[in-house]
């Protein structure tokens, strides 16, 4: 149940995120979550938006290079310890977390969702599917 | 006082050197006609047999001979000796399209070294000195070249070729290294080091440096003198011709001595190829006089410069050069390598880029950066930051085991290096030299 991350190309020059989220303004795309990660050289930017295919198309077309990637995203409580509980069970499986970022609230206020780049998205997805989380489906990206 | 490794020929009378270059340019023309079909047939195409060339007055008369028809006739299409009698060749840097490659016969090294060894004698070389040739070995002809005339004066060599610059300093200390021989963007470098390393001019032991192999300027020079208590000496060179030593400073520090007995000279119009007056600017031609297994006549080195006929305060009667004022092709030469654009363009086809890119060339601290600007395509991007950097280090060291120096490799966002309608601009050279 993995959902589509859009990682775009970013060169280490002032300006350039700046011009990316210029072309999804213009194209009324809705940015759910945003990390960016950074080499001294270039960087890269983890986008999670409510239409990731337009995303993508409008993206190249405003010569960025923009692939997909696949993630886990689950809702939580926001609470303390949410987190730790999330993680405690990933543990249990064996998932191995390449990286993460966070967003909160969204339109209810008392979630938090956790986004995951894993090493075996769809072993990982096997193994947390029966562990009573709530793993975000493709569809419910622009619900949240 | 002036030293001179041959003074009987570097101070000889201009008309005893004139004598000297009619002799063996008829002998030279004698045996390119007899042992190089390539150049019989230029020579054949322009209706010219060795019997109109009786002079050096008669030099206009034969044709020029330009990198391409060496790239043309590589690997032996200009060989003047059977191969048995060859003992060595040298290189520049260059992709098979651009490579030159050089023959000797032992005659030919002999007179290569004797040619550095004049000009280590003139910055003051003996065989009391240690002679740390920091030059790189192998195909190019820096370190080859000084080691070889730094035997034939008898100083005691040392060959630590280049980088490792700890080691280097480490050497100068111990032995008590005298004369430096390396590019003058090393020489820098390792003053600075030096420097950084608490030695002063007084608690370093050289006393002069010959620094060749690329453009460098007046305040360059001024800077690592003071660096290190030196005397800082230019040497000129072609791989094409021998290799360092076609012309050489003496103690005045006014142009560089031409090695006149065995390279003969023009300044010519690079435009009309017409030969131009005494003092004029434009494109150095050199024949080599007396190299047997690649004699090059009228060899088009495209270095714009210009000579100097007055007498020299050393005693030197052989004419001088200027620094050349650049070179009029695509060759750039980064820290004392020769640089092809040609070149990382296949490296980077190799790893899978476009050929999209652009060469930023600097100079900060009085050494050469060299930065290579490369486009990231869809096919070489991935969410993995590690994978990406792998990538870009596999380019750097594909770059870097093809040009001998390590570049910089920067990745740009597609579409934006400059595009332009004629010839791409490929490089943005920043040095001001």
Same mark, same amino acid.
């Not at chain 1, 986004?115 to 947390?128: G, M, P, Q, Y």
């Not at chain 2, 399209?97 to 032992?106: C, L, M, N, P, S």
């Not at chain 2, 008590?176 to 090393?186: A, Q, V």
């Not at chain 2, 690592?224 to 005045?252: H, N, Q, R, W």
């Given at each position: 149940?993995?959902?589509?991350?859009?990682?775009?190309?970013?060169?280490?020059?002032?300006?350039?995120?700046?011009?990316?989220?210029? !072309?999804?303004?213009?194209?009324?795309?809705?940015?759910?979550?945003?990390?960016?990660?950074?080499?001294?050289?270039?960087?890269?930017?983890?986008?999670?938006?409510?239409?990731?295919?337009?995303?993508?198309?409008?993206?190249?077309?405003?010569?960025?290079?923009?692939?997909?990637?696949?993630?886990?995203?689950?809702?939580?409580?926001?609470?303390?310890?949410?987190?730790?509980?999330?993680?405690?069970?990933?543990?249990?499986?064996?998932?191995? !977390?390449?990286?993460?970022?966070?967003?909160?609230?969204?339109?209810?206020?008392?979630?938090?969702?956790?986004?995951?780049?894993?090493?075996?998205?769809?072993?990982?997805?096997?193994?947390?599917?029966?562990?009573?989380?709530?793993?975000?489906?493709?569809?419910?990206?622009?619900?949240? | 006082? +002036?030293?001179?490794?041959?003074?009987?020929?570097?101070?000889?009378?201009?008309?005893?050197?004139? +004598?000297?270059?009619?002799?063996?340019?008829?002998?030279?023309?004698?045996?390119?006609?007899?042992?190089?079909?390539?150049?019989?047939?230029?020579?054949?195409?322009?209706?010219?047999?060795?019997?109109?060339?009786?002079?050096?007055?008669?030099?206009?008369?034969?044709?020029?001979?330009?990198?391409?028809?060496?790239?043309?006739?590589?690997?032996?299409?200009?060989?003047?000796?059977?191969?048995?009698?060859?003992?060595?060749?040298?290189?520049? =840097?260059?992709?098979?399209?651009?490579?030159?490659?050089?023959?000797?016969?032992?005659?030919?090294?002999?007179?290569?070294?004797?040619?550095?060894?004049?000009?280590?004698?003139?910055?003051?070389?003996?065989?009391?000195?240690?002679?740390?040739?920091?030059?790189?070995?192998?195909?190019?002809?820096?370190?080859?070249?000084?080691?070889?005339?730094?035997?034939?004066?008898?100083?005691?060599?040392?060959?630590?070729?280049?980088?490792?610059?700890?080691?280097?300093?480490?050497?100068?200390?111990?032995?008590?290294?005298?004369?430096?021989?390396?590019?003058?963007?090393?020489?820098?470098?390792?003053?600075?080091?030096?420097?950084?390393?608490?030695?002063?001019?007084?608690?370093?032991?050289?006393?002069?440096?010959?620094?060749?192999?690329?453009?460098?300027?007046?305040?360059?020079?001024?800077?690592? +003198?003071?660096?290190?208590?030196?005397?800082?000496?230019?040497?000129?060179?072609?791989?094409?011709?021998?290799?360092?030593?076609?012309?050489?400073?003496?103690?005045?520090?006014?142009?560089?001595?031409?090695? +006149?007995?065995?390279?003969?000279?023009?300044?010519?119009?690079?435009?009309?190829?017409?030969?131009?007056?005494?003092?004029?600017?434009?494109?150095?031609?050199?024949? =080599?006089?007396?190299?047997?297994?690649?004699?090059?006549?009228?060899?088009?080195?495209?270095?714009?410069?210009?000579?100097?006929?007055?007498?020299?305060?050393?005693?030197?009667?052989?004419?001088?050069?200027?620094?050349?004022?650049?070179?009029?092709?695509?060759?750039?030469?980064?820290?004392?390598?020769?640089?092809?654009?040609?070149?990382?363009?296949?490296?980077?086809?190799?790893?899978?880029?476009?050929?999209?890119?652009?060469?930023?060339?600097?100079?900060?601290?009085?050494?050469?950066?060299?930065?290579?600007?490369?486009?990231?395509?869809?096919?070489?991007?991935?969410?993995?930051?590690?994978?990406?950097?792998?990538?870009?280090?596999?380019?750097?060291?594909?770059?870097?085991?093809?040009?001998?120096?390590?570049?910089?490799?920067?990745?740009?966002?597609?579409?934006?290096?400059?595009?332009?309608?004629?010839?791409? !601009?490929?490089?943005?050279?920043?040095?001001?030299?």
């Amino acid at each position: 149940m993995s959902i589509k991350q859009i990682s775009v190309f970013l060169e280490n020059k002032p300006g350039t995120l700046r011009k990316m989220t210029q !072309v999804l303004a213009d194209h009324s795309i809705d940015l759910r979550a945003l990390s960016v990660a950074e080499t001294k050289d270039f960087g890269i930017a983890r986008l999670i938006v409510d239409d990731a295919l337009a995303a993508t198309s409008v993206l190249k077309d405003a010569d960025f290079i923009a692939s997909l990637t696949p993630v886990l995203a689950f809702e939580i409580n926001d609470e303390k310890g949410g987190l730790n509980k999330l993680l405690s069970i990933f543990d249990e499986c064996h998932v191995n !977390v390449e990286y993460m970022y966070s967003f909160l609230g969204g339109k209810k206020s008392q979630s938090a969702y956790m986004i995951f780049r894993v090493a075996h998205t769809k072993e990982a997805e096997a193994e947390l599917a029966g562990k009573g989380l709530k793993m975000l489906r493709q569809e419910q990206i622009s619900e949240i | 006082m +002036e030293r001179y490794y041959q003074e009987e020929i570097e101070c000889a009378s201009r008309e005893k050197i004139r +004598e000297i270059q009619n002799e063996k340019l008829k002998k030279q023309v004698q045996h390119v006609w007899d042992n190089v079909p390539y150049y019989r047939k230029k020579m054949e195409a322009k209706g010219i047999t060795p019997a109109d060339i009786q002079s050096i007055d008669d030099l206009h008369k034969l044709p020029f001979i330009t990198k391409d028809d060496l790239r043309e006739s590589y690997p032996y299409g200009l060989l003047g000796m059977p191969l048995k009698d060859c003992v060595r060749i040298q290189s520049t =840097s260059g992709t098979t399209g651009k490579r030159v490659v050089a023959f000797y016969t032992q005659h030919d090294i002999d007179l290569w070294e004797e040619c550095c060894a004049r000009a280590l004698t003139a910055a003051g070389a003996t065989d009391e000195d240690v002679c740390q040739v920091s030059y790189g070995y192998g195909l190019f002809t820096g370190g080859p070249g000084l080691n070889g005339g730094s035997h034939k004066i008898g100083c005691l060599t040392v060959p630590t070729s280049s980088g490792n610059t700890d080691r280097q300093i480490m050497f100068i200390q111990d032995l008590k290294t005298t004369i430096l021989c390396c590019t003058p963007s090393y020489a820098a470098y390792l003053g600075e080091r030096m420097k950084e390393m608490g030695l002063g001019p007084d608690d370093i032991p050289l006393k002069a440096g010959i620094f060749g192999a690329e453009a460098w300027s007046e305040e360059m020079r001024h800077d690592i +003198e003071k660096t290190m208590g030196i005397k800082a000496y230019d040497i000129y060179g072609l791989t094409e011709l021998s290799g360092p030593g076609v012309s050489f400073e003496c103690s005045a520090q006014d142009g560089m001595h031409i090695n +006149e007995d065995h390279f003969l000279v023009e300044i010519i119009d690079p435009d009309t190829l017409e030969v131009l007056p005494d003092g004029s600017e434009g494109e150095l031609v050199f024949t =080599s006089l007396d190299k047997e297994a690649y004699p090059l006549l009228r060899y088009r080195t495209k270095d714009i410069c210009q000579l100097k006929y007055e007498k020299c305060s050393c005693g030197r009667t052989f004419v001088r050069m200027a620094k050349p004022r650049g070179r009029s092709d695509d060759m750039l030469i980064i820290r004392g390598v020769n640089v092809f654009p040609s070149q990382i363009e296949t490296v980077l086809l190799n790893h899978g880029y476009a050929a999209n890119y652009q060469i930023i060339v600097d100079r900060v601290n009085n050494t050469d950066t060299f930065d290579v600007q490369v486009e990231m395509t869809p096919e070489m991007f991935t969410d993995n930051l590690g994978e990406v950097e792998a990538k870009q280090k596999e380019l750097s060291d594909g770059l870097k085991s093809m040009l001998g120096i390590k570049a910089k490799v920067t990745l740009v966002a597609p579409k934006s290096i400059a595009r332009s309608e004629g010839k791409a !601009v490929r490089v943005i050279d920043k040095r001001k030299i």
